[in-house]
């Protein structure tokens, strides 16, 4: 199975995506420090499960 999923590249269109909003006026600009924050913390969430050790030794064989 082939995994190409870029987690920062989904930060960077989910940032972008919110940086529009604010130009918008869909958001307010004292909202969106604390916007990217959440959007960060789930970001680093993501990495954090992203980065799965696998042991593919033979030494069970």
Do not use: Q
């Not at 004292?30 to 030794?57: F, G, Q």
């Amino acid at each position: 199975m082939t995994y190409n999923f870029d987690p920062e590249r989904w930060f960077e269109i989910h940032k972008d995506a919110l940086g529009k909003k604010r130009d918008a006026g869909e958001i307010a600009d004292e909202d969106y420090p604390a916007l990217l924050k959440e959007l960060v913390d789930k970001y680093e969430k993501m990495l954090r499960r992203l980065d799965i050790r696998h042991d593919y030794s033979e030494s069970d064989a």
